[in-house]
């Protein structure tokens, strides 16, 4: 079975400055898709940036990047010029590609605690 | 568009009683998943439909859950009868074949007194 870890968590970050936040997963699978996911206290799950396992390069969404380590099943999250907004738990997740086209349930990580002082 | 519609936001109510949550996926989307969010255990995964038909429920917890999808624009999960261990944010997403992520509903918090 798969399994996700988020080994942080809390994480604290000055407004403007950079931070990571790591994941690391256990898969036998060559072909899945890694996520993070943002909670801020309205609870809602907003997607931040998703990465195709299959891709070599690094995924970008604006401020948000990604480290993604294949070999080292490791998917960590930075987020640069953090911003007052950026506060939330921030979930990684993980999807088996399971067959072309078809879909399979997330398996997530406990999270992380992201706190921006101003 | 609309996205993922949850309802009740909130729902209280006492151990023994019923309890049905109610999600309208996206348009278009051909699965639906059920999640359920708890301090201890995080967010697990209860069930998840494609084409309205279950395709995994080793999530649901035990007999006092069920879920169904109707149609392709509704579903239910329903808690009967409801135990304090319940208590949590249950989550509906939905997706299509062709993508890749989830979208998620705001979540119905629960509380079973």
Same mark, same amino acid.
């Given at each position: 079975a798969q399994t996700v870890t988020q080994s942080q968590p809390e994480m604290s970050v000055q407004e403007a400055e950079t931070v990571t936040l790591s994941c690391t997963y256990d898969t036998s699978e060559s072909d899945y898709y890694l996520f993070w996911y943002k909670q801020p206290p309205s609870r809602q799950m907003i997607l931040v940036i998703r990465q195709e396992a299959y891709k070599q390069q690094n995924a970008t969404e604006n401020r948000f990047s990604v480290n993604f380590?294949?070999?080292a099943k490791s998917f960590s999250l930075k987020i640069s010029d953090s911003q007052l907004g950026d506060a939330a738990?921030?979930?990684?997740?993980y999807r088996s590609a399971v067959?072309?086209?078809?879909?399979g349930n997330l398996i997530f990580g406990k999270g992380t605690k992201l706190s921006v002082k101003p | 568009d609309a996205g993922v519609i949850q309802s009740p936001r909130? *729902? /209280? %109510?006492?151990?023994?009683? *019923? /309890? %049905?949550?109610r999600c309208k996926p996206i348009s278009g989307h051909d699965y639906l998943f059920w999640y359920r969010q708890t301090m201890m255990r995080g967010l697990e995964l209860l069930?998840?439909?494609?084409?309205?038909?279950?395709?995994?429920?080793?999530?649901?917890?035990?007999?006092?859950?069920?879920?169904?999808m109707p149609n392709a624009s509704f579903s239910t999960l329903k808690i009967q009868p409801s135990e304090p261990r319940d208590s949590a944010v249950y989550f509906c997403a939905s997706s299509s074949k062709g993508r890749r992520e989830q979208f998620f509903g705001p979540g119905t918090r629960l509380t079973v007194l």
């Open positions: 380590q294949k070999a738990m921030y979930f990684c997740a067959v072309a086209g078809s879909q | 909130h *729902e /209280v %109510t006492e151990m023994g009683q *019923e /309890v %049905t949550l069930i998840y439909f494609n084409n309205n038909v279950p395709i995994d429920d080793s999530g649901m917890p035990e007999d006092r859950f069920s879920a169904k």
